[in-house]
């Protein structure tokens, strides 16, 4: 059938990597997700904030150089990690549901009427999840394909952004949240999967 030259679309390889007809595999879509928060705020529960997001940045890593000076030449290591800050964006709901939520956290954080602050990161740091979708809804229940779960969160700034009579679009809330740690779960699907640990006395590869 015409129909099976479909799956030779895709990027040949050689015979011994790869299926010649395995065709081309589905991409994850960037509109079939959710973002799910613990441990926020104070009220619950915290579905709302759910249900309100806009956009979600993925977690994004580096790591710090070290370079060591040697003879005629440098070599280049891997320093300590940094996670960077993620953003989510929210729709500022009516109800005063989202705002109320962001307002519980930013007071956890601080108490800007008493000006007091939390004596410990655990009484405010709360667990972003984010989970991309198959596409899946109602009587079909949707398959988790991706997890990132974000530990030791608290939001760096939150901006409840601008109103304007010449604009149609909902009102809306920026918020940059730092973390501690990244993981992709279920574990041995990505960050955080098991590797062994490879052990030398060489600084080259």
């Known amino acids: 059938m015409a129909v099976s030259s479909l799956t030779r679309m895709t990027v040949p390889l050689a015979s011994d990597q790869s299926s010649s007809t395995q065709g081309l595999l589905m991409p994850k879509l960037k509109y079939r997700f959710r973002i799910i928060f613990e441990n926020f705020g104070v009220s619950t529960p915290r579905t709302e904030l759910t249900k309100q997001v806009i956009d979600f940045a993925r977690p ?122 990244a993981l992709q779960t279920p574990l041995d699907t990505g960050v955080g999967a098991t590797v062994g640990r490879t052990l030398g006395t060489v600084v080259t590869g």
């Not at 150089?65 to 800050?85: C, E, F, P, Q």
């Not at 991309?132 to 988790?144: H, K, M, Q, R, W």
């Not at 901006?159 to 730092?178: E, H, K, Q, W």
């Open 60 to 181: 994004s890593v580096s790591f710090d150089d070290m370079t060591i000076d040697i003879y005629n030449s440098k070599v280049r290591l891997a320093g300590k990690h940094t996670w960077d800050d993620t953003t989510v964006n929210l729709r500022d709901d009516a109800g005063g549901n989202v705002a109320k939520l962001v307002g519980e956290q930013l007071q956890k954080q601080f108490d800007f009427m008493e000006m007091s602050s939390a004596s410990s990161g655990i009484d405010y740091k709360f667990i972003t999840r984010c989970e991309i979708l198959d596409g899946g809804n109602g009587a079909n229940e949707p398959t988790v394909l991706e997890t990132w779960e974000l530990y030791g969160c608290y939001l760096t700034s939150v901006n409840y952004n601008d109103l304007a009579y010449s604009d149609s679009a909902p009102v809306t809330m920026g918020l940059n949240i730092r973390f501690d740690n």
